[in-house]
């Protein structure tokens, strides 16, 4: 089948699938006048880096759990040491979101949000430092 087809039943951009190729992930095999042709069993092995990527695997992790799922004596403890490793980078990422979200909500809070330009907000995108807000009695 030809790069579009491919692209179809795996589910991939052709561009995702042409890069695949060029960075050697995927091998498909040419015709007699030099065309790609898609046999199944690359259409499956798209489909499989297509599913790796969406569990957030890095293209060498990808390239990793290729070479395992392509392997029939491979041990399955290997497959989980990869696993597990994408596990902690995405609770890493959780609590790097997590904090994140602390500081900007800290941030919305102490915005007045009202029609005045000074905003803590935009203090802090700005590498300012934030201002305390004096106090009601201090104003009077």
């Given amino acids: 089948m030809n790069i579009g087809e491919a692209a179809r039943h795996s ?3 052709a561009k995702t699938i042409r890069y695949y190729e ?3 992930l995927v091998r498909p095999d040419r015709r007699d006048n030099n065309y790609r042709d898609y046999g199944d069993h690359t259409v499956e092995v798209l489909r499989f ?3 790796s ?3 957030g695997f890095t293209i060498e992790q990808c390239r990793a759990l290729l070479s395992l799922y392509e392997d029939p004596t491979r041990c399955s403890s290997e497959v989980k040491t990869l696993a597990s490793a994408r596990i902690g980078e995405i609770d890493a990422k959780i609590r790097e979101l997590e904090a ?3 500081s900007l909500g800290t ?3 102490q915005c007045p949000g009202d029609g005045a330009p000074d905003c803590p907000i ?3 995108l700005a590498g300012a430092p934030v201002r ?3 106090p009601i009695a201090a104003m009077r």
Avoid: N, Q, S
């Fill in 49 to 51: 880096l297509r599913r």
């Fill in 100 to 102: 994140l979200r602390e």
């Fill in 107 to 109: 941030l919305v809070c």
């Fill in 132 to 134: 305390p807000v004096p």
């Fill in 11 to 13: 589910g991939l951009p």
């Fill in 122 to 124: 935009i203090d802090e």
């Fill in 53 to 55: 990527r969406e569990f």
């Fill in 22 to 24: 060029e960075i050697g």
